[in-house]
């Protein structure tokens, strides 16, 4: 696979890696929620993504309410 996706960018693994590795996810915490939120893709990441056919990654992960614990 690692070939295919030098093949089809026309670059190497390691600048194809070190590109996609700067996608993080994050976890924020308030009273009433906890959100898991991708970082925003950049141009260079999305150029790749379209190159190797691949859908973008969801910008939201997980939203968590929090349960309303008064009663």
């Known amino acids: 696979m690692i070939r295919v996706a030098e093949v ?3 670059q190497s693994w390691r600048n194809l890696r070190d590109e996609l590795d700067q996608m993080h996810l ?13 970082t925003q893709t950049t141009a260079d990441q999305q150029r790749i993504l379209n ?21």
């Open 8 to 10: 089809r960018t026309g």
């Open 26 to 38: 994050g976890t924020f915490t308030s009273a009433s929620a906890t959100i898991t939120r991708r």
């Open 51 to 71: 190159m190797l056919d691949l859908d973008e990654p969801p910008a939201f992960s997980t939203i968590t309410l929090a349960r309303d614990t008064a009663a």
